[in-house]
């Protein structure tokens, strides 16, 4: 089983920047897509970008495209994600998770997730 630990999140103004982490233990992660995932207050959670295990196949949502840089160290096994140009709407508990057939597929169940205030 793997067990997934995110951080890095924190409170932060509009236009600012932050990196979340995504640290696994147990079994390597380093086979499969990884994904980040958001939910904000009162909303669904919603898929956020994914990188593929050797890093050549990532996807992003739209409202995060070009703001937002997904990767992962795999000897490390930890997935990073980059997010600048931060708004409002970005404010929300962020996860990440095993990514099978463009789906999140959670080792077990959803890790605690980091939360990101986002500040106007």
């Known amino acids: 089983q793997v067990q997934l630990v995110e951080s890095g999140g924190g409170l932060v103004q509009a236009g600012g920047s932050r990196r979340l982490s995504c640290a696994a233990s147990?079994?390597?992660?380093?086979?499969?897509?990884m994904g980040w995932f958001r939910q904000a207050p009162g909303k669904e959670r919603e898929f956020v970008a994914s990188?593929?295990?050797?890093?050549?196949?990532?996807r992003y949502a739209d409202s995060v495209k070009g703001r937002f840089t997904i990767s992962r160290d795999n000897a490390k096994n930890t997935v990073y994600l980059q997010m600048n140009s931060l708004t409002p709407e970005d404010t929300a508990v962020y996860y990440c998770?095993?990514?099978?057939?463009?789906?999140?597929?959670?080792?077990?169940?959803w890790g605690q997730g980091t939360q990101v205030t986002v500040s106007s």
């Open positions: 998770t095993r990514v099978v057939g463009g789906h999140a597929e959670p080792f077990g169940s």
């Open positions: 147990g079994r390597t992660f380093t086979s499969y897509t």
């Open positions: 990188i593929s295990w050797g890093g050549g196949n990532i």
